[in-house]
């Protein structure tokens, strides 16, 4: 039997990630994604687990030769987005990566922030980054990711307060203020949990340098 689920995240690393595994644990394996839909089918219970990995900072083709290089050691890949544009064929500036990862198209990188990988269940431990170093800089990017949504959400929020920017009523202005505060508390949230996580593992570098 199959089942899909409507899902959006925002925490879209460890929340999705979690998720995920609570969804293998109780005999469901994902069978592919969509923007806001996850199918599945069912299999035995924790018979297989997944992982998360951020690669909305990467140029297209760099992601796309790590997923093969994932791939080509056995991993099941899919790809996930981070933002519900439906948008197709155009360009977008993403500005908390670097380099031409900053520039993402679609077809292209675009709505393809998201490496979802899938493995059997062995009995070992399912992390694809063991350097403290590096999950220091995975998590800094993923801050940053979350860091500009909440700077964009709060310029919105301020240009609706400058006159003749609306031209809407009084009573649907405060409409969009009270949406975009909403917005702005669920993007707070995560940023401010890896914030921590990125204190934690400098603090942690520290100790083993």
């Known amino acids: 039997m199959s089942i899909t689920v409507f899902r959006y995240f925002f925490d879209f690393l460890d929340g999705q990630e979690k998720w995920l595994n609570r969804m293998a644990k109780d005999g469901y394996r994902l069978k592919r994604c969509g923007k806001l839909t996850y199918a599945f089918d069912e299999c035995a219970p924790n018979e297989y687990e997944y992982a998360v990995e951020f690669v909305g900072n990467q ?83 993923v801050r940053r990711a979350y860091a500009w949504a909440v700077l964009m959400i709060v310029l919105l929020g301020a240009m609706t307060f400058i006159p003749n920017v609306l031209s809407v009523s009084s009573p649907m202005a405060w409409c969009l203020r009270i949406a975009l505060l909403i917005f702005f508390s669920l993007f707070v949230i995560p940023t401010v949990k890896y914030s921590s996580l990125v204190k934690y593992l400098k603090e942690e570098s520290k100790i083993f340098e």
Do not use: C
């Not at 050691?73 to 987005?81: D, L, S, V």
């Not at 490496?115 to 990017?141: Q, V």
């Open 59 to 141: 140029a297209y083709s760099k992601a796309k030769d790590y997923r093969k290089y994932l791939e080509s050691m056995g991993f099941r890949t899919f790809t996930k987005n981070i933002n519900l544009n439906f948008s197709y064929g155009k360009v977008r500036w993403r500005p908390y990566a670097k380099g031409m990862g900053q520039i993402a198209t679609s077809p292209g990188g675009f709505n393809k922030e998201i490496l979802i990988l899938e493995k059997r269940r062995d009995g070992k431990p399912f992390e694809l980054h063991t350097d403290i170093h590096n999950k220091l800089s995975i998590y800094k990017t």
